[in-house]
């Protein structure tokens, strides 16, 4: 029998329901998902404010902070924001107050901030007690109309006043000023663009229902960010951004390299990317210079006073001043990614990601309700005013009768209906006006009045029937705008330019950012690796564990990256300023590289671009490969040399410049010099018989040029050279036998006794 539900009786269990935990939670979670999403994260697309944001412009208009009217204590404003509309905390809204005021954080600012209103450093805005506000031009085109019924009012939370459920939006703040917020779910990311750009697209947008998104990007080609910077991305990239609502912008500092005399130079900062704070962003740069990641930079300060000015200085004037910044670009948030995820409440109640065109269309159709809003208000008005307009004429033709109606009748108020057939607001108007209003001046004001007002009822009765007349003072509206706005203005110009990313190679990138210091790597013969402090000369003083021994040394540059060649047929990477410190006995290699247990390293060098390497295998097998094809991305290493057990690789040689033959030695001391054009050059496979053995395998192999002979060290590190004319009977072909070793030749088969 499963538990009972009920709580145990004996207690006093009025009013005590079991609920299903499951059911509640979902139905609770939902409810909380929907306030989030809808009351505080997401914009509406018709006036691209949150309810905070909106609730803060709505009070700031109750209280009469027009721009040209004068400046309230913030405090005032937030109190009046908590106490009617917004039942929250007082410094969250004063947050959100005073970012609306931040030239720095705001493409169009709808506040116009008097006191401390932080900085771009980061620094936080002074207490509101301290600040002043009022609304900017651009806050009072969000709320052109709003007693005009252009949008509907909702009760407040305690049921005390009423609040605008949107604004009338006669700017495209969504797109123009952008939008940032986390919900249940989801999120919205939608940087700043230029209103004037905006404008010209939605005008056209007007004209061409169907204009495709290839030709809004003509207008609108990227965000305009209020700090400048240069946007670096792809067209392509911008236009699908733009027509899927999802995408994102590399954006740069704006940099100039400026001559400091006598052939040096420094680069100068005089824009950085959107929302990055300038002194964070210099400290970072100076914690990078401490730890020697930005080998190319010599120092870096601020000599920012109201405009950017970020000075850095090259570690010498031989430096590529692009390359620097590149480096600086990869390890620095002088590049920034800023997201675009135009996530919005579509006609206010459907969160949905929107392209651009389908956000400037919302923006349009919300413009063109509150246009036929307005207009009927309007003729509301004027039908009224016509009313009693038309009454006081009626008294004027009859000014005798009227007067002796009001003088002599017990009622005259009936008594005017019945014998001019008034309506009851006509009446009301005769019997309150004035005798000063009988003048015969005040009869031609009326009688003007009643044809301005009957024309322009014409006009709007005209304008209500007529889609394209409400298209046409819709785009007459929004050249107004963009006329207020424009590129010659301050506020208007466009200030994020546009650029491409220097092309770099990603090694000179990657070496940028290492010191580059000369450096001896020693491998023993166990495999232990690392790097000792300059160019050694001696390498017999190196000390090993016991058991163990030099197998390997070779200078080097901490930029340089060392290559291993194994048993298995694959290429290792390891970077050289990655090797462990010469104290002790280094690393073994096992633990920086992801190598197979039974193989073993042929052998280390140190990568030079551009050079070929001969790799033979046991079999006798054998490549030529690009050296720069043989560089591992991974720690599993790069497959060159194919090879399957019980054949291993076994020789990787450099071939030199100018080497046109091959010597190969077998295990069975027979040699073979044949032509290098007949070895193929690959960048993987198994290779070609280079020598035939009926037992045995490889032994060792050189390049060299015919005309300078073939050359062999003996035991006592004596060089013997055979010259080309006495190599005629082992000069062959490739995958022939060969015949045995000169005489002389060292014992061990090898051309290094």
Known sequence: MGKSLLPPSGGDSDGIQPVDLKSALEERYLAYALSTIMGRALPDVRDGLKPVHRRILHAMRILRLDPNAGFKKCARIVGDVIGKFHPHGDQAVYDALVRLAQGFAVRYPLVDGQGNFGNVDGDNAAAMRYTEARMTEVAQLLMEGINEDAVDFRETYDGEDSEPVVLPGAFPNLLANGSSGIAVGMATNIPPHNAVELCDAAIHLIKYPNATIEKLVEMVPGPDFPTGGVIVEERDSIVEAYRTGRGGFRVRAKWEQEDAGRGTWRIVVTEIPYQVQKSRLIEKIAELLLARKLPLVEDIRDESAEDIRIVIEP???????????????????????????????????????????????????????????????????????????????????????????????????????????????????????????LAKLEEIEIRKEHEGLTAEKSQIEALLASEDAQWKVLANDIREIRDQFGPDTGLGRRRTTFGTAAEHDIADIQQAMIEKEPITVVLSEKGWIRAMKGHLADFSTLSFKEGDRLATAFHAETTDKVLIFATNGKFYTLGADKLPGGRGHGEPVRVMIDMENDADIVTTFRHQAGRRLLLVSTAGDGFLVPEDETIANTRKGKQVMNVKMPVEAALCIYVAEGDDHIAIIGENRKLLVFPLVQVPEMTRGKGVRLQKYKDGGVNAARTFRLADGLSWTDSANRTHVKPSEELGEWLGERAQAGRMVPKGFPRNGKFEG
């Not at 590529?320 to 006609?347: A, C, G, Q, Y």
């Not at 033709?397 to 309506?423: A, C, S």
Request: charged residues 35%; aromatic residues 4%; positive net charge.
């Open 315 to 437: 570690k010498s004037r031989s430096v590529d001043p692009e390359l620097m910044m590149e480096s600086l670009f990869k390890l620095t948030e002088l590049e920034s990614r800023i997201s675009l995820n135009m996530n919005v409440l579509s006609r206010g109640r459907v969160p949905k990601v929107l392209s651009l065109r389908e956000a400037l269309r919302e923006w349009l159709d919300h413009r063109r309700d509150v246009l036929l809003r307005r207009s009927r208000y309007r003729l509301e008005q004027i039908e009224k005013r016509l009313e009693v307009l038309g009454g006081l004429l009626i008294a004027y033709l009859n000014i005798d009768e009227v007067i002796r109606i009001i003088r002599f009748e017990d009622e005259p108020k009936k008594k005017l209906v019945e014998r001019f057939d008034l309506t009851e607001v006509q009446v009301e108007a005769i019997l309150n006006m004035r005798l000063r209003a």
